[in-house]
């Protein structure tokens, strides 16, 4: 396509980019920068039916002003980013000073949490991504060589898990390993122990967690790579049976290769999935065990009383970091092919 | 206190006019949680609409829902019915409007101790009161010679007992769930112990004490006597394993006591089913609970006539006696005409023992918030109790910092 062409293709959808996603990210940075400037508070005389006490409420009056001088707040530079509840610059420097051995280090340094959601989070992605990728092309092949006549079926049997919505699946699996429910109960009586509960260790939850990533995100995998199954030419296959190759080496040489740059493309998009992964944890009320960076987010944003936009601001910018940090070593070696192609 | 045991306890022959409901214009929408009593109430006050639209929100999502929708100009709800601590980020951003020009004029029924007046400006009016108190199962108890429990260190022995004679395995419940509901029974009980949770006068944190941790060792021995999956366990979930009979001791809110004893479920789990009032801990004499009063509170950024319309019509059901008769069983009433019944038990002998109400401080949201992620890992048996309180302080100076109260 001729750069002109493309230039007018793109530009409708160029244009919904800056303006539904670019401005946002930039005006979610600006935010970041910025923290609520210092409440004025005074001392005044509350009554309730319970009675009268004297206690500090925000001075409305005064707040006002301020907010009206300087609308975005108070500026604080890298601060919310270095606080304790994100980078926590200090505490580590504190910690590494204090702490005797590097395994005590660690625990000091997991205890907090952004790191305690970083780990889950990477955790999370280092587990489902391959597994995803895995399950995802055995059940292409395995269905690509199935009868035509019942394929159909089996498709839409295969990415049923992709229909569900992500908050019921993991609901649905939530009501069953409870411990009175269908798999939580069997769970018990196999292992004889009345104690045992997949919800209360972290461990085991992870364990859930991570599995109903896999379960949900392979038929994504599983839908691409059938359609690139179906691109592979049929002469190499032929004569690679004639050559006696067996069906490990074929798939190995022939169709792996074919399809490889299809594999770059679902790997890619299965990292930055998994690396917002977020309603496992809302389905799950796996909220005191696991805690991903989105979920972080989400719990400055609505789970207190007072939103702090700051502090989800600086977590948003993280994550988009992290995000560009884990892609970097395939979009270097796409990259890379791009230019040895031309 | 006085007030609400007047207010409870006695039934008093005031005048009788209701508000008027000749309401000619204005646009009502209320925003308010979703349970019976508040049903109840907004159903009343939708009797007295007049020619006035009338729009209704419930959600249980409400305090995710209301700073937003308050703060836009024309705001989407003219109401929203608040509690002690959900008033809170509504007064710090300055989103709600005082009503004693509309007191005066429209607030005939309203009893005084309905009034929520700050620094002298009436900002709400309460309608009922609710608390976290006590259930027991009064088979089970009588069964092992059990006496009611008084203390949550008595609680901790007859579950034990319970444990022990084979009955049930997991015979005490609350509502843990990590992040808000656990964060209540943390301050419940820290508040049992005596505790403060800032340092006076300042917006510094004092929970790393011997009270903190005294807290925390209780709300664990409990935690053991539960089903294992307390951490996901809100007051809904813990209604259920109370109605399919697994537990025999539970400390739950006085308002969800209507759906406990209503017909619905095994007749003889419902008859068993008893109240009593909140349990004291470490040799305290007030109990482990806060008091929690729900009222209305008219949005600022509203026209006049929105406001009065709205003002006339809820101000309807805030003084409504056949209401509260008719609803004697779904709530505490503060409303004048109210005879408390058997439901009530629980908030009135809270309100007798001298129960604090939820401290209603403009930094108190950021401190619950600390307190529902920070103490899970405690919980779960992973770090000390003073390692949980240092994190929940310093998780807490993190973000109080952030928004400007240190």
Redesign the interface.
Known sequence: MPNKTFFWFFLPTGLAMILFIGLPIISTGIQSFY?????V??E????????CTV????D?EE??KIREAKPLG?F?GFG?YT???HLAVE?IKKFWNETESFGAFVDQVT?L?FYKALIFTLTYCLFVTPNVLLLGFIIALSLNAVARKIRGPLIFGTILPMIVTPLVGSLVLFWMI??QGIIGANIQNLMND????L??S?TLTWITIIIYGIWHHSPFAFVVFYAALQTVPQEPIEAAIIDGASRFQRIKHIVLPHIYPVVTFVALISLMDNFRVFEPIIG??????A?SLSWLIY?NL???????F??AAATSMMTIIGIAILLAPVLIRTWKEFKTAR | MRKILVTLLFLLFGTSAFADCNIKSGSINILANDFPALRTFVETSKQCKGSADFKVTHSSEHNKIAVPALTANPSEFSARIAANSSIVPLMNQDLIRPLDDLVKKYGKGIQDSQLITIDGKVMAVAFMANTQHLYYREDVLKDLGIAIPKTYEEVVAASEKIRASGKMQYPYAAAYKAGWNLAEEFVNMFIGHGGEFFKSGSAEPNINNAKGVATLNMLKKLSELSNPDYLTHDSEAIKVEWESGNVALMTLWASRSGTLLDDEGDPNITKATKLTGPATVGGGNIPAATLWWDGFTLAKNRPDADAEATFRSLAHAASNKKMVADAADQAVWLVEGFVPGPKSIGVIEAVKMGAKPYPMLPQMGLMHGALGSEIVEFLQGKESAEQALKDVEAAYISKAKEQGFL
């Open positions: 923290a609520q400037h210092d409440q508070v005074k005044v005389k509350k009554c309730d039916p319970f009675g206690s500090i409420v925000v409305n707040t006002s108070k604080n919310t606080d304790r509840n505490e205890n949490p409870d411990s009345p104690y045992l509960s919800k209360s972290k799950f009320s796996a909220e005191g065990s805690q719990d609505v789970n207190e009383e007072v939103i702090l700051g502090s």
